[in-house]
């Protein structure tokens, strides 16, 4: 389908932040053609007036696990190491072939409302992800949340070949739960597959304070010292969270090319820290911005990431000028998609996959427009997303979902898995 978006505002973060006036065209889930008004103009399916409205790349959630809507309101206020073993593992373990599905959908109504069109998405049952990522019409990277209690390396790698190169809106990287739930012979076999691939892994790391000092107690080196004398990190990756790093795990970050996924509501709630996300970006080392899971944050929300990425920094280093909009800006765009290795879809160019957003600048919260890329990270919220385009198909457009199903059928498909998962009614 060829679409034509005129009498647009375009912020394409393609090493810019300024805002041009124009045109923006889609022909086959790719970006087209962006600029002025030409007076030859090919035969159009559909166009679309932006109304002097801002379109701009897609946010892009580089860490979540989306499955874990069953979980929101139910393990509250509790440190990780309790929120996991009371109520997270417990409530998984009853979890049935199906399950996933239901649950994952609603998740992806909750992206594709606020913004987000692609997320890197790590739990069990990855058909069913797969499945309800391309019923909704979601971009969807799995990363694979191999441990000692749940599934192998062979299935890992029959999964990575399975799900790369068969979809347009599918992928699959090489990954693992965590330090604390992977045996290092498991790890080994891991890292023995990174290298025959050539591909990046991807983990939770350094959350915690506890889950580097049992792992210094352990093992004798940090989380990110211990992958890396394994040969995890050789071919990159990322670390989602890396809240408690050393400055020697930094330079191995750095020199072994691996991400940094903050997710700052999830931290916060379950009080595993700040991450040194400024420090990070000022080494040189891409960061990416996830939500975690609807269990602790409770939201998907970019906006109240963005705005919590900046604002934590300007505390944590008693500087207001730090960590300014536009740097948090790029992260939840660019810096995710190439943390994601969705390097198609980072920013608004010919030829890069049509990931697109349409901001209502029309809304009290974005006026005066006296400096609209700061305002996106401050003042902005889902409320002012008004179309979102996966691969040149609009799935959300003026609070309509198109999505062949409605609402009401996910809503209460999921509520139902969760009734069965908690034991009883959901209060």
């Not at 076999?189 to 050539?198: G, P, R, S, V």
């Amino acid at each position: 389908m060829r679409i034509r978006f005129y009498n647009a505002r375009i912020l394409t973060l393609d090493n810019s932040f300024d805002i041009i006036s124009g045109e923006l065209w889609v022909n086959n889930g790719k970006i087209e053609y962006i600029g002025d008004k030409k007076k030859d103009m090919p035969i159009f399916d559909k166009t679309i007036n932006v109304e002097n409205n801002l379109l701009m790349p897609g946010f892009k959630n580089a860490h979540t696990h989306s499955a874990m809507t069953f979980l929101r309101g139910y393990a509250e206020d509790m440190p990780l190491e309790t929120w996991l073993n009371e109520r997270v593992f417990p409530s998984e373990a009853k979890l049935e072939e199906g399950d996933c599905y239901n649950l994952v959908r609603l998740a992806m109504l909750e992206y594709i409302e606020g913004g987000i069109t692609s997320c890197m998405d790590m739990y069990a049952f990855e058909e069913e992800t797969v499945q309800a990522a391309e019923d909704i019409g979601m971009r969807v990277v799995l990363s694979d949340p191999m441990n000692d209690f749940s599934s192998s390396i062979s299935r890992q790698e029959e999964l990575y070949k399975q799900f790369n190169g068969g979809s347009e809106l599918v992928s699959k990287v090489l990954g693992f739960h965590a330090v604390y739930t992977t045996s290092e012979p498991l790890l080994k076999e891991l890292a023995a597959i990174a290298h025959k691939y050539k591909a990046p892994v991807y983990t939770h790391c350094s959350e915690s304070e506890s889950e580097v000092q049992n792992c210094i107690k352990e093992h004798g080196k940090t989380p990110v010292e211990y992958l890396n004398d394994m040969g995890i990190f050789d071919y990159g990756g990322a670390i989602y969270h890396g809240v408690h790093l050393t400055d020697k795990d930094c330079e191995i970050l750095k020199q072994k090319n691996v991400s940094v996924v903050t997710c700052p509501s999830s931290n916060l709630k379950l009080a595993s820290g700040i991450a040194s996300v400024a420090k990070l970006a000022e080494m040189g080392i891409n960061v990416g911005i996830g939500t975690d899971g609807p269990a602790s944050n409770n939201a998907l929300d970019m906006f109240r990431e963005m705005y919590l990425v900046s604002t934590l920094q300007k505390y944590l280093l008693k500087d207001a000028s730090a960590m300014p909009a536009e740097s948090v800006l790029k992260m939840a765009t660019v810096g995710s998609a190439r943390a994601m290795g969705l390097n198609d879809c980072d920013c608004l160019r010919k030829g890069k996959c049509a990931d697109i957003i349409m901001l209502d600048l029309k809304q009290p919260d974005m006026q005066p427009e006296n400096n609209i890329v700061k305002s996106i990270v401050y003042s902005a919220s889902k409320k002012n997303i008004k179309m979102t385009m996966i691969n040149g198909n609009i799935v959300y457009m003026d609070g309509i979902y198109y999505i062949g199903e409605s609402l009401d059928n996910i809503f209460a498909a999921a509520t139902q898995t969760a009734e069965r998962l908690k034991g009883g009614k959901v209060l």
